[in-house]
């Protein structure tokens, strides 16, 4: 079983624009591919975990999924960073779905597909959302990205929690934790 670090992709790694589907909606967030590559150096696997209801409800395909997800690929590719899977929720939010984050399917699935150990591992994310699927997966640690000072913790959360600007500053926090 092996260490990895889950991703939320939009808001973490990539600009939210709402959707962001299309070429000119992408843009890397500053530091992403240094940070990425400090886990990588530390012994993480990485994967990226996203919920893309903007399938679900008829905003884009899957094949605008897959060319925005090839942008980023390419860019972190480009800076060093291998990406080892995606994994993504096409449902919108009423769809029952267990992969929809927080419910823990898409985490499940890299457990078994990639012998992820959810107990070694910490997923980064900008929403309450990331940082419950994490406990609910049995995860770790997780990290909430761009969060105000002062912001409550989430309610459900694993039992290493942190808050951080940014996810160079997220990948300090998983790196001082031992990891």
Known sequence: MSRFVFLDRDG???????????A????????TGRALARLRTAGFRLVIVTNQSGIGRGLFGESDFRSFQKLLLDDLAAAGVEIEATYHC???PDAGCGCRKPAPGLILRAR??????????WVVGDADRDIAVAARAGCRGAVRVGAAPGRPPP?????????????????????AAGA
């Not at 990539?14 to 299309?22: A, E, I, K, Q, S």
């Not at 078994?112 to 591992?121: F, I, R």
């Not at 290493?160 to 790196?175: G, M, R, S, T």
């Open 12 to 22: 973490t790694l990539v600009r939210d624009t709402g959707y962001p589907h299309r």
């Open 24 to 31: 000119a909606d992408y843009a890397l967030l500053p530091g």
């Open 90 to 92: 096409p449902h919108a």
């Open 112 to 121: 078994d597909d990639l012998g992820a150990d959810p107990g070694q591992c």
């Open 155 to 175: 309610p459900e959360r694993p039992a290493e929690f942190f808050d951080a600007a940014d996810l160079e500053a997220a990948v300090d926090q998983i790196l």
